[in-house]
């Protein structure tokens, strides 16, 4: 549960178009699995202005393909720069009513074209030096809550999500150096359930690399930054967060109390919830998630020399 695939993204992408209403909700899947030329005529389809909308469709929603479709994404020539252009044409209308249904899904079958290319291993490393994740910065930007601004939120924190997925300290580095954690932490406070899990989980991957918990424990301002946004998260009236966006906050809150300084912080940014038995109820039954919450008190505790009586309470009421 602690990872992210690309066909559990892929169906999240196609409950999100089968109610968009746009015209591409007329469309039916290919039943039948296609074979290299016809995926290859597609991809040439890319290419005209009065097929492309269907080539995109077709492409992006036969899972069939996927495996083998990102080398021919990428080395077919000019389809990547095809994609990005389809991509910069939602920014014009990015503040404007004119974000429309048709749009936004054009826009996001490209966007799931890319995060195939991303979560292919012979293909990950090219969108990471050919800068191609600034693209999507502006959809992440966006403080818009309705449902289009959402559509293409998600479907661009998915290509971050499947590039941060291995665990490759280079990618960390060029996601950390071009400021993606402000953008991941936006998505986190005006993001829906699913956007916020998958902004989460992308932190919890960088924290994974040395290079990322430097990054939030050496200044305290960013550290307090993340730990205010997930504190709010955790808060959340009952029934929110769900578990599986609480397994990735946990997760976070561990990996930061590998470091001493960030233990002194908890001091005083820990979630009250997690010392009551709001969070005890809802992972009582996840044998996973009890151990690295009492892993974190056991790293609070240590980390901070001593063991506090707040953290000694929280500890003598989980479950054995």
């Known amino acids: ?87 910069t044409t939602a920014y014009r209308v990015m503040s404007s009513p004119d974000l429309v249904a048709r749009a936004t899904n054009n826009v996001c079958n490209a966007l799931v074209l890319l995060q195939c290319v991303a979560s292919h291993p012979d293909t990950r490393m090219n969108l990471i030096k050919a800068n191609v994740p600034y693209y999507l910065y502006p959809f992440l930007e966006a403080k818009n809550k309705e449902k289009q601004y959402e559509y293409l939120r998600l479907t661009s924190l998915g290509i971050i999500g499947a590039l941060v997925k291995v665990d490759n300290a280079e990618i960390v580095h060029f996601l950390l150096q071009s400021e993606i954690v402000p953008l991941c932490l936006r998505c986190m406070e005006v993001g829906n359930e699913l956007s916020k899990t998958v902004a989460t989980f992308i932190i919890q991957k960088i924290l994974v690399q040395d290079e990322g918990l430097r990054y939030f424990c050496s200044f305290a301002e960013r550290f307090f930054a993340l730990t205010r946004v997930m504190g709010t998260m955790v808060d959340k009236p009952v029934g929110e967060p769900s578990l599986r966006l609480l397994k990735h906050i946990l997760r976070c809150y561990v990996r930061l109390s590998d470091c001493p300084r960030a233990c002194d912080g908890f001091k005083i940014s820990l979630p009250s919830k997690f010392r009551d038995a709001t969070i005890l109820n809802l992972i009582r039954d996840d044998s996973e998630a009890l151990e690295w919450l009492r892993q974190l008190f056991v790293n609070i505790a240590t980390g901070n020399r001593g063991s506090p009586p707040l953290i000694e309470e929280t500890l003598s009421i989980l479950p054995s």
């Open 1 to 87: 549960m602690s990872n992210f695939s690309f066909a559990e993204w892929s169906n999240l992408l196609d409950q999100w178009g089968a109610s968009s209403g746009s015209s591409n909700a007329d469309h039916k899947p290919e039943k039948a699995i296609p074979t290299t030329t016809s995926v290859e005529k597609l991809i040439k389809e890319i290419e005209n202005p009065l097929t492309r909308e269907h080539a995109l469709f077709a492409l992006s929603r036969n899972r069939e393909i996927r495996a083998n479709l990102a080398p021919l994404l990428w080395n077919s020539t000019g389809t990547i720069y095809l994609l990005l252009e389809e991509i």
